[in-house]
């Protein structure tokens, strides 16, 4: 891995320049301050646009409707920007020059891809709980505070949702010269995987799973299956960042 | 005999047999290559020849189909970062960080290769200032010219002081007077590191080449130092320059020089004529009977020496590469 501390800190480094760090923890903040204040106001919104007409027909809502909303956020607009933010990470790289460069200096091809993944990761960390934090803030301050310990690992889960779907992502990116087919690959196996979560047995064990017990375990209750979802995702991402490496170790620069 | 001899004596770039496929398409066949420790060598030939597959394979970014290399002492296609260490690389159309200023990229580069502190500093400025980009060295790498990011990548490649530089197409964006300084710096390299240069233009290569390799079609057509090669396979040249307004009789010159058994080839080249000859005795004694014939008025009649681009068309049989402009 020689070259990796070299490569992290020039990848953090090209998140903060080039505004993507910056950009990605603003629009999660949103989302995550979004969340509550929507799911709080959504009955007067729409009362007051109906004119009195859907009066009493929406139920009045409590802090799991909060919940409910950031997970809601993050499963659409959080994966699309976790797709967006990985799907260039490499392929981009490989079809602008810029990876010739980087390899043909005293640089190994796995901390090429290791300093990658680790810096998507980290970026998408500190999203998800910069979103996390404000959505505590705001449930606290607009319906009950949350259990902080149940709700951290909440936070966790919907990470590590997302850390699934930015792996994928970038074992697509390994794998092609494009960005854009990267992006694509990576959101159909994400429309698959949420087809898949339909299916019994192995629905609880997709990405997309984590979110309803991300849900539960903001609220202070340990779902039956957490354990399994939890180390088949982990696996998961080792193994999608394992392939790209091996995969990007013999390619063509 | 010690092995500091053999290392000392033994080339600095190897191949034997490097052969690289791509699907039907044969990119490089069974390249055979040796060159020299301290030469600047200049790898030739049309587009599509294969150099930079070869410049490719030879600096670990691309893979063999069969064959193997030595650069550097390190075998090629081993992976790890031992032949990196060893090697500068600039690409056909380098590309780097937009974000990065030319110091900080060329201060990464340096990190890469271990340096570090004060060693750091002086050999990123001296660097700067070699390649003409120190008062650009705090600006952003995204608003440079094609010509100032082909220079910082002659800096980035020249950084570690490489022991075999590979340069491909080094001086295609710049300027005349880059080209100039580019080429100098590359011709000063010579006896230090060895260079490899891949390039369209025949008379830079003349300029700082002291060897060069012929490559068409994937297959080495010829190789070894430029006199030699001149010795070989050049043949004598006569260069008539008419007076201009006499297209005409120009023209029948030119027919009847193309027709005479001792001419292999008749060039017209900007107003001037330009036979090679198969014959020089039978050159010498008929060439102005057929000037006097035509009726041509001649600036200058004159043998010339043979120069590579002469020895590539007659080698390459094809369109020779623009000795002077940009391919």
């Known amino acids: 891995m020689t070259g990796f501390g070299l490569l992290l800190r020039k990848e953090i480094r090209e998140q903060v320049r080039t505004m993507r760090l910056p950009v990605v923890v603003a629009v999660f903040a949103m989302l995550g301050l979004i969340s509550p204040v929507f799911a709080r106001y959504i009955r007067e919104i729409v009362e007051a646009v109906g004119g009195g007409q859907f009066q009493g027909m929406i139920p009045a809502p409590v802090v799991g409707d909060a919940l409910a909303q950031f997970t809601k956020n993050i499963g659409q607009f959080g994966v699309l920007i976790a797709i967006l933010v990985t799907m260039g990470s490499v392929a981009a790289e490989k079809e602008r020059g810029t990876a010739a460069f980087l390899l043909t200096k005293p640089i190994t091809r796995g901390a090429f891809v290791g300093a990658k993944a680790l810096a998507i990761g980290a970026l998408l960390a500190i999203a998800t709980a910069v979103a996390g934090a404000l959505c505590w803030v705001y449930t606290a301050l607009l319906f009950e505070p949350l259990p902080l310990a149940g709700f951290s690992a909440a936070v966790a889960l919907t990470w590590l949702s997302l850390a699934v779907v930015a792996a994928l992502t970038f074992l697509a990116s390994v794998a092609t010269r494009s960005s854009l087919v990267a992006g694509g690959v990576a959101f159909g196996a994400f429309v698959a995987a949420g087809i898949l979560a339909a299916l019994p047995g192995v629905g609880a064990y997709m990405p997309t799973s984590l979110w309803g017990a991300a849900g539960l375990l903001a609220q202070g209750t340990v779902p039956d299956l957490l354990v399994g979802p939890i180390v088949a995702n982990v696996a998961f991402v080792i193994a999608a960042i394992g392939l790209a490496w091996w995969t990007f170790r013999g390619q063509e620069i | ?327």
């Not at chain 2, 300084?181 to 300029?207: C, K, P, Q, W, Y």
């Not at chain 2, 590579?308 to 390459?316: G, I, S």
Request: proline letters at 5%.
């Open chain 2, 1 to 327: 005999m010690s092995s500091t001899l053999v290392a000392a004596t033994a080339p600095a770039i190897e191949a034997h047999g490097l052969t690289k496929r791509f699907g039907d398409v044969l990119a490089l066949d069974r390249l055979d290559l040796a060159v020299p420790a301290g030469s600047v060598f200049g790898f030739l030939g049309p587009n599509g020849a294969g150099k930079t597959t070869t410049l490719r394979i030879l600096a670990g970014l691309g893979h063999a189909s069969a064959g193997s290399a030595v650069v550097a002492g390190v075998a090629v296609g081993g992976g790890g970062t031992e032949l990196a260490g060893r090697i500068g690389y600039l690409d056909q159309d380098p590309r780097f960080y937009g974000w990065m200023t030319g110091r900080e990229l060329l201060t990464f580069v340096g990190r890469a290769y271990g340096l570090a502190g004060s060693a750091l500093s002086s050999r990123v400025d001296e660097v700067l200032e070699t390649v003409g980009l120190a008062d650009a060295a705090r600006r952003r790498i995204g608003g440079y010219s094609g010509g100032m990011r082909q220079r910082l990548g002659v800096g980035q490649a020249l950084l570690p002081r490489p022991a075999v530089l590979f340069l491909d197409e080094p001086v295609s964006a710049l300027d005349p007077e880059g080209r100039r300084d580019v080429l100098a710096l590359v011709g000063s390299l010579g006896g230090r590191a060895t260079v490899f240069m891949s390039t369209h233009i025949l008379n830079d290569v003349e300029r700082v080449c002291d060897r060069v390799a012929i490559l068409d079609h994937g297959r080495l057509v010829t190789d070894g130092p430029i006199d030699e090669l001149l010795a070989r396979h050049a043949r004598p040249i006569l260069e008539l320059d008419p007076e201009p307004g006499q297209a005409d009789a120009v023209a029948r010159l030119a027919g009847a020089l193309r027709v005479a058994a001792w001419t292999r080839e008749v060039r017209e080249e900007h107003g001037m004529l330009r036979v090679v000859v198969t014959d020089a005795e039978q050159a010498a004694a008929e060439g102005l009977l057929l000037v006097v014939a035509a009726g041509v008025r001649l600036a200058r009649y004159e043998r010339v020496r043979p120069t590579l681009e002469d020895v590539f068309l007659q080698l390459v049989g094809a369109e020779a590469p623009d000795p002077e402009a940009v391919a």
